[in-house]
């Protein structure tokens, strides 16, 4: 079992919080494989036929990303940095797909020399300079075009990305004449069509629209004579946080296969309503690891003004910014269970007023020393911290049934200046 209560104390898997906590000291982030395998293993049954490319940007931590390759997962990266962790964790080139709309020559370069199974381009003018580095290498460059079907994720809208005035993509609308200027391309091969139109997506209808929208793409290029071997769906699916109820992969699947005009129980079929059967791509990130990580840190004080209660810990905004920059809401837990008996904002040490990672929370009367988990915090947690005001890097544990392992040490303050000269 993923995180849970035993006897009033507070779990990952068979290990107690508090056990690490005691050797790694606080702040660390948890991880419980098992649940990340169970996540990926959901998308691996509910599409079977597809490639889970995981979005490393959710959390590219070398242990998580070992254990989904051995599942086989591939992995979306969108960085050489992110790519050069895919393949050290041993990804098979042909699973990886390179995203991003400000790639740089030298990412391409990589890339192509990698030989990943597909670059998705973001532009007209980054589909000239695709074409340029795979000429200058005197190879293809297997290309998709990520398009912008224009439609609303109903999500923050820091984290939506399918708008016609979002910086991602190329309008639907003028992907034709795209796919037409690059079937001209001598050093460019058109594999597939690619979108992302957000992130945290909890209602079944945007993302039935992105794939209908894809689907009618792909059949107006096929009347062209271009034939796509694969269609990106992108990652997006969100998790329940509080009390969200997003579609589980099965019925995200179920509503792909007949929005692509596919009978999942009709496997061998190769040809549906004119649609050759293209393979479908997905790049979840936050539906693998987010419910799968916690944040862990401990209380400095219960500080009390006639205003408001503070409970203050000694982690904030610089390991976890999500409810920062975007107001998102994070379970937190005592990690030692007890009756509510406050109610307080729970901030961390950082100098900025919107250093809070929960507000208005019932907690128990907390003391120094005490335990608190910031749930749900496997994606965009660590990957997304900083080092501001000095603090260190957290710590990475990992746990499988009653082990347990600190996977990245928590930093000194020499570690932090080591590269300053
Ligand atoms: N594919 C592409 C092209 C993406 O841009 C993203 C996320 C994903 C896949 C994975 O999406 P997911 O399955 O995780 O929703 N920092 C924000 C989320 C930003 C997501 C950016 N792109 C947050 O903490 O909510």
């Known amino acids: 079992m993923n995180f849970h209560d035993q006897d009033g104390d507070l779990y990952c898997e068979s290990v107690p919080l508090a056990a690490i906590a005691r050797e790694v000291g606080t702040p660390y982030y948890v991880y419980s494989l098992d649940e990340i395998g169970r996540r990926a293993g959901a998308y691996r049954s509910a599409f079977p036929d597809a490639l889970i490319a995981y979005a ?53 370069a990589y890339a192509l020399a990698s030989d990943v199974l597909c670059i998705n381009v973001d532009s007209a003018e980054e ?53 037409q200027a690059a079937r001209a391309q001598p050093f460019l091969k058109i594999v597939g069509v690619h979108c992302h139109i957000g992130s945290q997506i909890t209602q079944a209808a945007p993302l039935l629209a992105a794939a209908q929208s894809l689907r009618d793409l792909t059949l107006r290029l096929k009347d062209d004579g271009i034939d796509l071997a694969l269609i990106n769906l992108g990652g997006g699916l969100g998790i329940a946080y509080r009390d969200e109820r997003p579609m589980t992969p099965h019925e995200w699947a179920s509503a792909v296969n007949a929005a692509l005009g596919y009978d999942s129980a009709n496997n061998d079929s190769t040809k549906i309503g004119g649609l050759q059967r293209a393979r479908i791509v ?140």
Not at 159 to 176: D, H, N, R, W
Request: aromatic share 6%; proline share 6%; glycine share 8%.
């Open 56 to 108: 490393y940007k959710a959390n590219a931590n070398l242990a998580v990303l070992r254990h989904l390759v051995a599942l086989g997962v591939g992995a979306d990266v969108v960085s050489g940095g992110e790519l050069w962790r895919a393949l050290k964790v041993g990804t098979p080139p042909h699973q990886i797909v390179f995203n991003g709309n400000g790639k740089t020559p030298q990412e391409i």
């Open 127 to 179: 589909m000239e300079l695709v074409a340029e580095v795979a000429r200058a290498r005197g190879v293809i460059a297997p290309i998709s075009f990520r398009v912008n079907p224009d439609i609303d994720p109903q999500t923050h809208p820091h984290i939506s990305t399918g708008l016609k005035q979002s910086k991602f993509g190329v309008p639907i609308t003028e992907a034709g004449l795209l796919y």
């Open 282 to 421: 997905l790049e979840p990130g936050r539906s693998i690891v987010g419910a799968a990580g916690a944040l862990v840190g401990q209380v400095i004080h219960l500080k009390r003004t006639s205003a408001k209660n503070f409970l203050v810990l000694d982690v904030g905004m610089n390991a976890l910014m999500r409810p920062s920059l975007y107001n998102a809401y994070h379970a937190i837990r005592p990690v030692r269970a007890a009756a509510a008996a406050l109610t307080a904002d729970v901030v961390g040490p950082i100098c900025e007023s919107a250093d809070v990672l929960g507000r208005d929370r019932a907690l128990p009367d907390l003391k120094r020393g005490d335990l608190v988990a910031v749930m749900d915090a496997g994606a965009y947690g660590f990957s997304m911290a900083s080092r501001y005001n000095q603090q260190p890097l957290p710590a990475e544990v990992v746990v499988q049934g009653d082990r347990w392992e600190v996977v990245t040490q928590r930093e000194t303050w020499e570690q932090m200046a080591a590269r300053e000269t």
